[in-house]
């Protein structure tokens, strides 16, 4: 197990203000923190300081931080319902850690093919440039293709024609596992993040299976909770395909901070889903700044850099390392 030793960085990180001369004020100011306490108290030792935190200090003070682990970790942002925001919590989320220094590999699983779009990719994409080879050649030359580059991320991008790879995995014998078959062959990457469809059919089978941890993007509100019962239920199915399967996070999306009901489910949330995994920051109801993004062709943090959305989805990577028990370093 990989432990983060955050209370070491933030000596070296430290010795690095003063070296700089910038005083506490300064890092303050430059962070947004109310005043000189907050980086005071994460100087001093003992105080258990998270890594969002750690992240913000070394940005304040013009600092790089560099973050790795051992082997790859695959992770499927899953749930049955559609608008929930899971391809855009794959891209962003995606493009964030790529920013940290990250090799992160996005599969996009869905032939809706949201992700694909939204990260720019808008030309016609040929079923051979899916995941299609990967599943459907011979079991001894199941491989990825060569991704496309976008925004620092590698992509396999999708298209509607491999909807027709639903039926067909009917067929295959031991189709749903091929994927992450392919998958283990790569090792030239720290993350790859896959975006199924939101179904309980057999290209999210495909993609879960495939993976080592979830993520559940859930909306703050009823409907939402409600739906992740199901979302639980399968993955316990799926492990029986992919014993080491595990709820990396619950990842609260499309929260509007001023209705009482969000408010009232996200408390919910946090007393009822935290003894499964952890549950995230919420990413708040931000139409304008996502709709305009994924038009653009645009992750969020690179569409609009150090707007709150950009400091809401950093502070959801900080969470998700954390959850992964990532190691840093300065």
């Known amino acids: 197990m990989t432990v983060v030793d955050l209370e070491a960085v933030m000596k070296l990180l430290s010795e690095e203000r003063v070296r700089r001369g910038l005083s506490l004020e300064e890092v303050a100011r430059h962070a947004g923190w109310a005043n000189e306490s907050i980086p005071r108290r994460l100087e001093h030792s003992g105080t258990n300081p998270t890594l969002r935190s750690v992240q913000r200090y070394a940005q304040a003070i013009g600092a790089e931080l560099n973050i790795s682990l051992a082997g790859t970790r695959v992770i499927s942002f899953f749930n049955h319902a559609g608008g929930v925001g899971k391809s855009s919590a794959a891209r962003d989320l995606g493009y964030v850690l790529a920013r940290l220094g990250f090799k ?22 040929a079923l051979q440039q899916t995941l299609y080879p990967a599943v459907i050649d011979e079991p001894d030359s199941l491989s990825l293709p060569e991704p496309l580059e976008v925004h620092g991320l590698h992509l396999i991008p999708s298209t509607l024609d491999l909807a027709r790879l639903e039926p067909q995995l009917i067929g295959v014998i031991m189709g749903v596992t091929r994927l992450r078959m392919a998958i283990r062959r790569l090792s030239e990457y720290d993350f ?108 969020v943090p690179l569409y609009a850099p150090r707007g709150k959305a950009d400091e809401e989805i950093r502070t959801v990577a900080g969470e998700l390392l954390e959850a992964l028990e990532v190691k840093v370093h300065v």
Not at 106 to 113: E, M, R, S
């Open 104 to 125: 992160v590999l996005l599969i996009d699983a869905d032939p809706q093919a949201n992700l694909t779009a939204w990260l720019g990719v808008r030309e016609e994409v």
């Open 192 to 299: 790859v993040m896959i975006d199924p469809p939101p179904s309980l059919g057999q290209l999210s089978a495909l993609a879960v299976i495939a993976s080592e941890y979830v993520v559940v993007p859930v909306p703050t509100n009823v409907k939402g909770f409600e739906g992740v019962k199901t979302v639980v239920q399968m993955v316990q199915e799926f492990r029986q395909a992919a014993p080491e399967l595990k709820l990396a996070m619950f990842l609260l999306t499309h929260h509007d901070e001023r209705t009482r009901h969000d408010r009232e489910s996200e408390e919910s949330m946090r007393e009822q889903l935290t003894s499964l995994a952890p549950v995230s920051s919420p990413l708040r109801y931000r139409p304008a700044i996502y709709k305009d993004a994924s038009l653009a062709g645009l992750p």
